[in-house]
């Protein structure tokens, strides 16, 4: 009966000792991992070449732009007005004309509203370089697009409002991107990344998508250097 006893004793000394060893081989291993994929501050020439080190999160894939110069406008259905709105086909409302296209994130958005004001102070200018008309859209329904046309007080000028609610000038240009800030259950299926577009009777001439979050680039100041470049490439001197 003692010799079963020590013998018992004994298997269980050996098996702490065996656990005790497998748990220090594998924080001897975690060790040297965590040293092969550290670097130290010190042993780099400065923080940015550590950084570096480090990697960068890859950039959010963006979709390709659809449409490009030489294209025609896309044949979709734009919204005017709401309870009932009134139904536009964007190539026959453009028609023959020249038009500036302007897409925005969103209405009563603050970025928007600014890119707006830009075309509000320079419907005249724009007028001038044979302007006319600006078409701003925006992926909403024709109700609130409606109601954020009042509030820009757009009369006088030579802007229009219209609604892109189920995103098809957007999904047509390729400009469309999903808004994280929002789900499903709030009726909010997307938006438009903001772009300026010049039109010579349903032609494209000129596009460009904004580069950064602000949509800067899209704005009238954009919007009369790419008509400049157009009416360049046409043999033509700008006249403001």
């Known amino acids: 009966h003692n010799s079963n006893t020590n013998c018992y004793v004994l298997l269980l000394q050996t098996m702490a000792v065996t656990r005790f060893s497998l748990t220090l081989l594998l924080l001897i291993s975690a060790c040297f991992i965590a040293s092969d994929a550290f670097t130290p501050i010190s ?140 789900s499903l259950e709030q009726g909010i299926l997307g938006r438009s990344r903001p772009f300026v577009m010049y039109v010579e009777g349903c032609i494209v001439k000129r596009i460009e998508v904004a580069s950064g979050a602000d949509g800067v680039n899209t704005d009238a100041a954009s919007a009369i250097r790419i008509i400049e470049q157009v009416k360049a490439s046409q043999g033509q001197l700008p006249i403001h």
Request: hydrophobic fraction near 40%; charged fraction near 20%; aromatic fraction near 8%.
């Open 43 to 182: 042993s780099v020439t400065s923080l940015n070449s550590y950084l570096d080190t480090l990697g960068q999160p890859e950039e959010a894939d963006k979709q390709d732009v659809k449409i490009q110069p030489g294209d025609k406008l896309p044949v979709v259905t734009m919204h005017w007005g709401f309870n009932p709105p009134s139904f536009v086909t964007l190539p026959v409302y453009c028609s023959s004309r020249n038009i500036v296209l302007v897409g925005v994130r969103g209405a009563f958005m603050e970025e928007s509203n600014i890119i707006v004001r830009t075309f509000l102070e320079k419907s005249n200018v724009l007028k001038s370089m044979g302007v006319d008309e600006v078409l701003v859209t925006t992926v909403n329904d024709g109700g609130v697009t409606g109601v954020w046309n009042q509030k820009m007080k757009p009369a006088g000028s030579i802007l229009t409002f219209f609604a892109d609610p189920h995103a098809e000038l957007a999904d047509a240009l390729g400009t469309g991107e999903v808004d994280d800030a929002y």
